[in-house]
T-cell receptor
C-alpha cells in the first residue's frame, strides 16, 4: 500500500525566510512524487514533480529514496506563497492514481 | 490548456434525493478521470477511477451503488450521489488525466450540502 505523510499541518514563516515542507512516503516500488498547491479559493494545481527536476516559483524538491522523502523547499518565502500544499505519490503498479498527504498550510507573514 | 470544469459548483438538496455532478475536460480528451472527496480542513481522498467506456474502479470503503459513476465520452464523467444523506455533504473534486504525461488536471470542485 502507498502512503504519504506530511507531519506539519501548519507552517508560519516571515517573508524572506526559508521554508521547508516535509513529505515522507512509503511504497515498495518506484513511485513518482508530486507537490500540488491550492491557493485560496482556487483549484488544486501541480507545482512540481520529481522527474522534471526543475524549480517552479523558486521551489525545489529532491527525491531521497534512502530516506523515502520528497521535501519541498524555498530559500526566500513570499507572501503569495501562502497556500495549502499537498505532497502526492503515484505508481504505475497502482494504476497511476494519486495518493495525497494530509496537506500543510503555509502562512507567510509580512 | 488542460482545463477541467465541474458543474454545478455548489448544490443543496433534500435528504433522499439524488444529485448528479458533471466533470468535463474542456480542451483535451481523457480516458481516465478521478473522483475525490474532501472534508473540511482535510486532504483529498480518492473515491473512484472513472474509465471511459468501462466500469469505474472504486476505492475500498466507497459504495458503488451509492456513488454512481458514468464516463460516457472522452470528455465527460458524471458522479451521481444517490439517496443523499447529510453525511454525504462534502466537497467533491474531479480530475482528468493526460496519459502521455501522467498528469492530472483538477476541476474547481462541487460543494454538496444535504439537508
Amino acid at each position: 500500500a502507498q502512503r504519504v505523510t506530511q507531519p506539519e499541518k501548519l507552517l508560519s514563516v516571515f517573508k524572506g525566510a526559508p521554508v521547508e515542507l516535509k513529505c515522507n512516503y512509503s511504497y515498495s516500488g518506484s513511485p513518482e512524487l508530486f507537490w500540488y498547491v491550492q491557493y485560496s479559493r482556487q483549484r488544486l494545481q501541480l507545482l512540481l514533480r520529481h522527474i522534471s527536476r526543475e524549480s517552479i516559483k523558486g521551489f525545489t524538491a529532491d527525491l531521497n529514496k534512502g530516506e523515502t522523502s520528497f521535501h519541498l523547499k524555498k530559500p526566500f518565502a513570499q507572501e503569495e506563497d501562502s497556500a495549502m500544499y499537498y505532497c502526492a505519490l503515484s505508481a504505475i503498479a497502482a494504476g497511476n492514481k494519486l495518493t495525497f498527504g494530509g496537506g500543510t498550510r503555509v502562512l507567510v507573514k509580512p | 490548456g488542460a482545463v477541467v470544469s465541474q458543474h454545478p459548483s455548489w448544490v443543496i438538496c433534500k435528504s433522499g434525493t439524488s444529485v448528479k455532478i458533471e466533470c468535463r475536460s474542456l480542451d483535451f480528451q481523457a480516458t481516465t478521470m478521478f473522483w475525490y472527496r474532501q472534508f473540511p480542513k482535510q486532504s483529498l481522498m480518492l473515491m473512484a477511477t472513472s474509465n471511459e467506456g468501462s466500469k469505474a474502479t472504486y476505492e475500498q470503503g466507497v459504495e458503488k451503488d451509492k456513488f454512481l459513476i458514468n464516463h460516457a465520452s472522452l470528455t465527460l464523467s458524471t458522479l451521481t450521489v444517490t439517496s443523499a444523506h447529510p453525511e454525504d455533504s462534502s466537497f467533491y473534486i474531479c480530475s482528468a488525466r493526460i496519459d502521455t504525461y501522467n498528469e492530472q488536471f483538477f476541476g474547481p470542485g462541487t460543494r454538496l450540502t444535504v439537508l
